[in-house]
């Protein structure tokens, strides 16, 4: 047995072992910290690291950069609420409804898509900024969505110190599952196919990708995960309102996460989700001026942009690898010399620009 | 009816002339940088407290106000462009630069939050709230005034690109950055003076935006960006007159439909431009999209 083969099956093992431990830990977190203050910090992380994934499941691998995840997130709470008000189903029977929440989010995501995915970069952000707005004006001016005020949830008469948990395990499902499926996805010839896209989307068409197809597929699943998750934060915090449902910081902070952790891998949203979400909610708790919150995200994010603008996961692999070769010239692989190869071209072209006129998107 | 429907097209073009000034900015830079900037919306509204400082705290009158706000603005969207988008690059950096701006726009939010309050603010002066009537129409001063200088600047700004050197470099890295450079033009000093003028336009609107609006706060800013991109969306990216046609276009679409529902106007302005993609995913004046590398 050569020493490669070793360091090879090392390596899996330890991946392996690192995932059951951080498997056992987030199965454990509420045994542990059985303090409904911890827990609140949890669901919440938990809940934005699904979001996350899933928004990266469509715009991290297709690169076509979505500003309209709240609108499947707050279609999946309201869908939640209206049904809970109109059958007048009440108790535990409620998260019956979830299903019918990714359902909402699925059936939106296919029109949205057929609509925004005509048009690339710049002007489907766009695009999908302008269908949240009119996602939330509907909420404010119809009827049988409450207006301004909103809706309630049934009432669960749980006890208050274990209220959380079965929300923890229930996002933690979500989160598992949704990370499961970007890693299914990105091994596929679907994520292949996603990825062909993101790279060159015409050439990708001229060597036989379906690209309308697979952009609405990811679209739609995106969605559908994020009308999920949508109604399980509405039965969580039990109300949602037209601009706490369609939240355009929604947006933004899981773009930031997805960002932070790394675009386009598996485990990056949900790294950046759990740095985040937390200190995102400490500090509205800690100052209840919401400027100063709105200040530093602001400030954060300019850090990550320009400080770790791979994100923690690629840069932080970078590091390990040069650890683990000690300055070796160890066989590099594959896509992060083409990705160097790319940024020197980069620097040789034109930094400070590259789009239709120019280059690289 | 009919006049009712008159006036409301008067009424679409004038406040049409006011978004042109503010559209204006955010086409420009996004034909020379390739970057839609986010915080255009935000830096509008602190355009109008800038104004809102000097004429309420220090007399200083609306238009000669300008004369302070448009330059400070300018060395700001020049300082935001040096600091935070130059250094940007790589694959993301479309998404990136649009994230930055973001970024930005909450930055500059929350400082006008601390210094100001969320209460409404206006703009008040002896030609905001007079009008004129001319053949059976209502004409506020201030709009006719801030139709005036919607069509000055454009003219200015006209001139700036077509008749200067400068404006010839400008155009020369709109069409192809990569030859620009070869001809020895400073594509980086254009692209940080584009950004400035960009903003600095911006205060203009800002100040007008500010005196027509009926009341401001820091959290206008969503709203003004959502209509400010659909517009230059609708007119084509980078097109400074398709800026133009489809400011007065919207703005007279959401004018007249709020005369049966002021509630669904805005939802109109959105469906429109959704409609109109359908049909010329370009816009009005849009280039035909180059394939991206």
Redesign the interface.
């Known amino acids: 047995m050569t020493s490669e083969t070793t360091r090879a099956r090392l390596a899996v093992g330890a991946k392996w072992s690192a995932l059951v431990i951080v498997a056992a830990a987030a199965l454990l977190f509420p045994v542990v910290f059985p303090n409904p203050v911890v827990t609140n910090y949890g669901v919440f992380a938990l809940i934005f690291a699904t979001a996350a994934s899933a928004w990266n499941v469509f715009s991290g691998f297709s690169g076509y950069i979505s500003l309209g995840q709240a609108v499947f997130f707050g279609s999946g709470a309201y869908a939640v609420g209206i049904a809970a008000r109109d059958w007048n189903i009440t108790g535990v029977a409620i998260f019956g409804l979830l299903p019918l929440a990714a359902l909402v989010g699925a059936a939106i995501a296919v029109p949205f898509g057929l609509v925004a995915l005509r048009v690339r970069r710049h002007t489907f952000i766009v695009i999908t900024i302008a269908v949240f707005f009119i996602f939330q004006l509907m909420a404010f001016n119809f009827s049988f969505t409450g207006g301004s005020s909103g809706l309630p949830s049934p009432f669960l008469n749980w006890q208050a110190a274990t209220y959380n948990n079965p929300f923890y395990y229930i996002a933690l499902a979500c989160t598992a599952g949704i990370v499961a499926l970007s890693w299914l996805i990105r091994r596929a010839r679907f994520g292949l196919h996603l990825r062909a896209i993101r790279d060159d989307e015409d050439r990708a068409r001229g060597l036989g990708v379906r690209a309308m197809r697979v952009k609405l597929a990811a679209f739609t699943l995106s969605g559908a995960v994020t009308g999920l998750i949508g109604g399980v934060w509405f039965l969580y915090l039990t109300q949602v309102e037209p601009q706490s449902g369609f939240d355009p910081l929604f947006d933004l902070s899981i773009v930031l996460m997805a960002f932070l952790g790394g675009l386009g891998t598996v485990a990056g949203p949900v790294l950046g989700a759990l740095i985040i979400e937390p200190g995102q909610l400490y500090l509205t708790i800690r100052f209840t001026n919401g400027y100063y919150g709105e200040i530093l995200l602001g400030v954060i994010f300019l850090l990550v942009v320009l400080l770790v603008p791979r994100g923690i996961i690629p840069t932080g692999g970078e590091w390990i690898r040069r650890l683990t070769t000690r300055g070796r010239s160890a066989l590099p692989p594959a896509v992060p010399a083409a990705e160097a190869a790319r940024e020197t071209r980069d620097e040789v072209r034109d930094p400070a620009r590259s789009g239709p006129h120019g280059g690289a998107g | 009816m009919a006049t009712q429907i008159y006036q409301a097209i008067v009424d679409g073009i004038l406040v049409g002339g006011v978004y042109a000034l503010m559209a204006v900015g955010l086409t420009l830079i ?1 034909g020379v ?2 970057i ?1 900037n986010i915080a255009q919306g935000i830096l509008v509204v602190l355009g109008a407290y800038l104004s809102y400082s000097l004429s309420a705290r220090l007399g200083i009158g609306l238009f000669l106000g300008l004369l302070i706000t448009v330059p400070a603005m300018f060395v700001l969207g020049v300082a935001i462009q040096v600091a ?13 630069t ?3 701006t ?6 500059v ?3 006008l ?2 210094i100001y309050g969320p209460d409404d603010k206006q703009l008040t002066a002896s030609y905001v709230t007079n009008s004129v009537h001319v053949l059976g129409f209502y004409l506020p001063y201030i709009y006719l005034l801030g139709f005036g200088l919607a069509v000055i600047l454009v003219v200015a700004l006209y001139l700036l690109l077509y008749r200067t050197r400068f404006g010839r470099s400008v155009r020369a890295t ?5 030859a620009a ?1 070869l001809v020895g033009i400073d ?2 000093r254009v ?1 940080a003076l584009t950004f400035g003028v960009g903003v600095g336009v911006t205060a203009v609107g800002g100040m007008m935006f500010g005196a027509t609006s009926g009341g401001f706060n820091p959290n206008s800013g ?1 709203d003004l960006i ?1 209509r400010l ?2 517009i230059i ?1 609708l007119g084509g ?1 980078g097109s400074i007159g398709g800026a133009l046609v489809a400011s007065v276009f919207m703005l007279t679409v959401v004018s007249l439909v709020d005369i049966w529902s002021p ?2 106007a ?2 109109v302005f ?2 429109a ?2 409609l109109v ?2 049909i010329r ?1 370009t816009g009005f004046m849009g280039r035909q ?5």
């Open positions: 996004f940088l390739d839609i935070f988008i130059r250094p940007l690059r790589g694959r993301e950096r479309t998404s990136m649009l994230l930055v973001y970024a930005v726009a909450l930055i939010e929350g400082v939050y601390r709109m069409q192809d950055r990569t450079r594509t980086s692209a969503y959502s991109l659909a969306i990216l509630t669904w805005n939802a959105y469906a431009l959704v993609l359908l995913p999209a180059v394939r991206a590398e």
